[in-house]
């Protein structure tokens, strides 16, 4: 059977603009030179590069990949709004788009006027149009606003709009863009029951989203670009997570490269005095008692109300430190609930009998989740010479999806810092489940009587 959309070998080649060789007019740009052909490889941008995919009549087909992949660019190829530089797309029966927010309405004139233009513009006649023309405005949920001017309009009501045009034009083949994260649930979940629908009369969908759970849940086929290339095609779940994976790797060095420079920064931080350090140690004491009746004056070394960054003695040393997951390895992307390690390294010039090792953990707001240290545990200190290491577990990361950073110490019992690393670390935490909060508890469901569900997370 003949495919809904057959793309073969298209790339899509762009002009890097600058302000030398600009051409004046298309006239000078044609006797001058060449758009493209005549220009260096340093002025082009490829923003498709040999991309190749057949969407079989009656599938859904999504596309997935990161901002500037090149997803939409491929969208309005097909749309024919823009033409492949190489390669060829065939698109079989009537084709209707809805890439950006907006596209073909005209500000000026009112809703009404635009659903006639649109339409006309999609091939429909004018009886057509005013045969759905009610449909059409039920539809986008417009009664009241149909004969206002469109530049007066919220953008969920140019979605709204413009999606209603789109789907009433009867259309073979739908192609729609990301423009559906601008819409309220309730007109969301619409939209879906009108692509299940399509799906049921045998049309075809091309669906550019970042929503992974609707490419799994809602796609036949998943098709992922990254930067401009086919980077994996074919079943939505493996699809899905490979681009995950890819993800969460990228996230690892990002925040891998962070961490290193803070890190680094700090390590240059000087050493504090003996002295320095009685009225750090004085004023973490005092932060104990601190109520309306004994105020903190001089609070820069309460750990939760400092900056980022290092300060203490150094007599002892924390020398390394490591986040660790479930296989082991040192990391900064973890999936809530895997089981981690935090693994100090540290080092004592002389053997010391005062010590305690703390740990506290932040979200990204600076809201303090969790701390606690060894004198709080009621471990008693007995002595610590030379290089040692301290690995705090957590059996089950149970927090929900966002970064976290750490605090990390060594201390006397009194407060008086030795090495106080004040939130250098970073990691993240990943779910596909969308709760909210910061703390994810263990837990069940459980159902009694005439109520029925179906899956569940």
């Not at 969407?55 to 097909?78: A, E, F, Q």
């Not at 823009?82 to 907006?102: F, Q």
Request: with cysteine; net charge negative.
């Amino acid at each position: 059977m003949k495919p809904a959309i057959d793309v073969v070998n298209v790339s899509k080649v762009y002009r890097r603009y600058a302000r030398r060789k600009q051409f004046a007019t298309l006239k000078s740009a044609l006797l001058d030179g060449s758009l493209i052909g005549d220009l260096k490889p340093e002025e082009t941008f490829p923003a498709l590069r040999g991309v190749s995919f057949s969407v079989p009549k009656g599938c859904t087909y999504g596309v997935i990949g990161r901002n500037g992949s090149g997803k939409s660019t491929l969208l309005k190829c097909v749309a024919g709004i823009t033409r492949p530089t190489e390669g060829r797309i065939h698109v079989d029966g009537r084709i209707s788009a809805l890439i950006e927010l907006g596209a073909g309405f005209h500000p000026e004139i009112s809703g009404r006027e635009n659903i006639f233009i649109n339409g006309i513009m999609l091939g429909l006649t004018k009886k057509e149009i005013l045969r759905r023309f009610d449909e059409i405005v039920e539809f986008a949920e417009m009664r009241d606003f149909i004969d206002a001017p469109v530049k007066t309009y919220s953008s969920g009501m140019y979605m709204r709009l413009g999606f209603a045009v789109a789907i009433h034009v009867d259309p073979e083949v739908l192609l729609v863009d990301e423009v559906l994260a601008v819409g309220d649930q309730g007109f969301t979940h619409k939209c879906l029951d009108k692509f299940s629908e399509f799906r049921r009369r045998n049309k075809s969908i091309l669906l550019v989203t970042h929503s992974l759970d609707l490419v799994e849940k809602f796609c036949d086929e998943a098709h992922w670009l990254d930067h401009g290339k086919t980077k994996g095609e074919g079943d939505p779940k493996r699809v899905v997570a490979a681009y995950v994976i890819d993800v969460e790797d990228s996230e690892e060095n990002d925040l891998a490269k962070a961490e290193s420079a803070r890190v680094a920064a700090s390590a240059s931080a000087p050493a504090t005095t003996t002295s320095e350090q009685e009225q750090v140690a004085r004023n973490f004491s005092s932060a104990e008692a601190e109520g309306p009746e004994n105020p903190v004056d001089d609070g820069p070394k309460d750990g939760f109300k400092s900056a980022e960054g290092r300060w203490g003695t150094r007599e002892i040393e924390i020398t390394g430190v490591s986040i660790t997951g479930p296989d082991g390895e040192a990391g900064h992307v973890f999936q809530s609930g895997d089981a981690v390690q935090v693994r100090m390294e540290v080092k004592a010039g002389e053997t010391i009998t005062d010590f305690v090792f703390g740990l506290g953990l932040f979200n990204a707001d600076g809201v303090c989740i969790y701390g606690t240290n060894t004198n709080l545990e009621e471990f008693q200190p007995t002595e610590i010479t030379g290089e040692a290491v301290v690995t705090f577990t957590i059996d089950h990361l149970d927090l929900v999806e966002g970064t976290y950073r750490l605090d990390l110490a060594a201390h006397k019992a009194d407060g008086y810092p030795y090495d106080y690393h004040r939130l250098l670390y970073t990691f993240r935490v990943k779910s596909r489940v969308r709760d909210v909060g910061i703390y994810r508890p263990d837990h069940k469901w459980s159902f009694a009587g005439g109520i029925k569900f179906q899956g569940g997370a």
